[in-house]
């Protein structure tokens, strides 16, 4: 297999959002709990996973979840199938929930897309709440979805990654996972790959980042 050009660690949106610019694959480690969740929503056979802001974020960077949005749609009616949104307050209502993605749901209006559940954000324990199988995921989260978000609005060269135990990985395997993932996804016009750890506050990602960036330089 051929070397990779470049592997770096960073943090935040920020992070995520100049990892782009320089033209590489971007992956996203929220380990409690973005990046837990979608991989959770892939064990249970979702068709795609994302990740976007909710209408209202800090970060420094611009975000645009309405074309998340957008692009969600678009690929659930392509395959015929629905959308689950993952938000958070995670204890709170779904109408809680739902208060802080109109944004994003706007974007799926526009696109004809249909939302089935606005599910909590909980890691592998979401998945359990509805039938995620052939679903389109979005994660609309404060950390984890504002750096993919800001890392798409560059690229589409975002994926998400995690070490986590998951819905249905433990052990080493999601952290092995989120390396086979990184691996088959880099292309020759990549320009590296980028783990960015979703927030420098918190120590699991920066850890998380870490720990599949050394798996990365020493398979």
Not at 120 to 147: F, H, L, Q, S, Y
Not at 180 to 187: D, G, I, L, N, P
Not at 190 to 212: K, T, Y
Request: charge should be neutral.
């Amino acid at each position: 297999m051929e070397k990779l050009k470049r592997i770096v660690i960073s943090c935040d949106a920020s992070g995520a959002w100049q990892a782009a610019r320089e033209g590489m694959l971007v992956m996203i480690v929220d380990v409690i709990d973005m990046s837990t969740t979608l991989e959770s929503a892939l064990d249970a056979g979702a068709l795609a996973v994302l990740g976007c802001s909710p209408d209202y974020t800090r970060a420094p960077v611009e975000v645009n979840p309405e074309q998340i949005g957008q692009k969600a749609a678009r690929l659930s009616r392509e395959n015929d199938t629905g959308i689950i949104l993952v938000a958070e307050p995670r204890s709170g209502s779904e109408a809680e929930r739902m208060a802080r993605c109109q944004k994003v749901l706007k974007g799926i209006e526009k696109e004809k897309g249909m939302v089935e559940a606005i599910l909590p954000n909980i890691g592998a324990e979401t998945p359990r709440m509805a039938d995620m199988k052939n679903r389109v995921v979005v994660a609309v989260t404060d950390t984890g979805g504002v750096a993919y978000d800001a890392a798409h609005l560059i690229s589409e060269r975002v994926i998400t990654g995690t070490i986590a135990r998951t819905l249905s990985q433990k052990g080493m395997q999601p952290a092995l996972t989120a390396v086979k993932r990184a691996r088959e996804a880099v292309q020759v016009t990549d320009q590296g790959i980028a783990v960015i750890a979703a927030s420098r506050n918190s120590m699991e990602d920066m850890l998380a980042a870490q720990f599949i960036a050394n798996l990365l330089l020493h398979p």
